[in-house]
DNA sequence: TTTTATGCAAATTGTTTGCAGATAA
DNA sequence: TTATCTGCAAACAATTTGCATAAAA
C-alpha cells in the first residue's frame, strides 16, 4: 500500500482512500476486473464508496499511465495494473482473462512498420478460445 | 450485386432491399464504417431506412460469418466485410482504419496454444499510432 | 399463406458529467 | 488556504427491443 501510494504521488495525483483501494485491488489480481466488479469487491470496506468514483479514478490512473484499459468484447471496459503491451487470452465459456508475456509481436511490429510506414505506438491484442479448465468439462 | 444476393441466400437470409444496400456498402469499401456511418451513406439512397434497421441487419450479417465486428477503442464498433483474420492498424490522429493482411500469427498462436493449453478460435489485433498521411502533417 | 424483416418509439445500460460539500496538500 | 476529489443524481449515447405493419419466399 505503501509503495501504491508512492506511484500516485509520483504521477501528481492526491492520495486518496478510494484511489488507494481502487489501486490496490488491480495491482494484486489478474482477474482484470471491471468498474462494477471493483466496486463490488470494495463495498464490504468501503460501503460509502459510489460507482461514479470508481469511474473517475480509473480514468484517472489510465490517464496517469499506471493501467490499461481492456476491450474483450463484453459490454464493459476491464482493467488491468500490468500495463506492459502483452496479449490477452479470454475464455469464450467462463469468460477469464489471461495474460501471455511474451516479445514475439516485435518482430511482426517492425514488419508492419517497414511495410506501411505507419509508426506503431501501442497495441491490443486479443485471442479468443477455451482455457485448459473449460475443455475439460 | 448479384454475389451479394447470392452470399445471403446462401445463409438462409431474406434477400431485402436493406439488407443488400448495407452488405454492398461494406463489401465496397476498405473504410471499416461504423453502423452509424452506414445509416449516413445510404441516406440518399434509402431515406426511409431506420438506424435500427441497420443495427438488425449488422448483427445478422455478423451472426452468418458474413462481416466481422470491429471494437477499435472509438465509442461504437465498425464493420469490416473481410472476414480474414488480420490486424487492423489505427491512426491515432485522423482515425483510419487500414487492414494488413499476414500469416506472421501464426506461429504466436501456436506458441500461445503450446504454452498455455489454451485452444485458440479466433482473434482481435489492433495496432495503434500515427499513419504515413498523419506523419508528414 | 407463412415466416421473417422493417420502422418507429421506448427501453436499456455502461459510462460521463455538473455541482456542492469534503478532503488532501 | 486552495486545488482537487468525492458522491449524488441527472444526462448521455450507442445499441437493443417490442410490436404492428410490410414484404419475401
Redesign the pocket.
Known sequence: MQRI?EM??AK????????LA?FNVLYHTTEHP???TIYQALQPT?P?????????????LKKANLIQELNVGE???RYDANISPHPHLICLKCKKVMDFHTHALDSLIDKVQEETDFKILSQKVYFYGVCPDCQES
Open positions: 501510494a500516485l504521488k501528481n495525483l492526491k492520495v486518496t482512500p478510494q484511489r481502487i471491471s468498474a462494477e468501503h460509502t464508496m459510489s460507482l461514479a468514483t470508481v469511474y473517475k479514478t480509473l480514468d484517472a459490454d464493459s471496459f
